[in-house]
Nanobody
Framework: QVQLVESGGGSVPAGGSMRLSCVAS?????????VGWFRQAPGKEREFVAT????????AYATSAKGRFTISRDNTKNTVFLQMNSLKPEDTAVYFC????????????????????WGQGTQVTISS
């Protein structure tokens, strides 16, 4: 059974940094698999943050994340990270990781329906 478990959330003041981790079990990512991070703030819809193509390391970011967040992966540990710097109160949300084990070729990876499995989420709170 595929499982994704996020960790690393918490509360930091604005301007601080945080690193989230997502550990996958139950399957091994293929070259054209992808793992993405999404977030959902209170009262808002879930939105795309960043994604990485497993085998090649190609990344894509939401405009709000560019220049501040970095997605990376550790192939040996089946783990994806989201390093978040210069955090703002508007980054407060529950952050979810999601995996797509089918080929990403031709897919729009900012769309949550493209992902097959989801973690339970980790709360990130940024105080002003």
């Amino acid at each position: 059974q595929v499982q994704l478990v996020e960790s690393g959330g918490g509360s930091v003041p604005a301007g601080g940094s945080m690193r989230l981790s997502c550990v996958a079990s139950g399957h091994t990512f293929g070259t054209l698999s992808a793992v993405g991070w999404f977030r959902q703030a209170p009262g808002k819809e879930r939105e795309f943050v960043a994604t990485i193509i497993w085998g090649y390391g190609n990344t894509a970011y939401a405009t709000s994340a560019k220049g501040r967040f970095t997605i990376s992966r550790d192939n040996t540990k089946n783990t994806v990270f989201l390093q978040m710097n210069s955090l703002k109160p508007e980054d407060t949300a529950v952050y979810f990781c999601a995996s797509r084990i089918r080929s990403v070729s031709g897919r729009s990876l900012h769309v949550e329906e493209e992902y097959d499995y989801w973690g339970q989420g980790t709360q990130v709170t940024i105080s002003s």
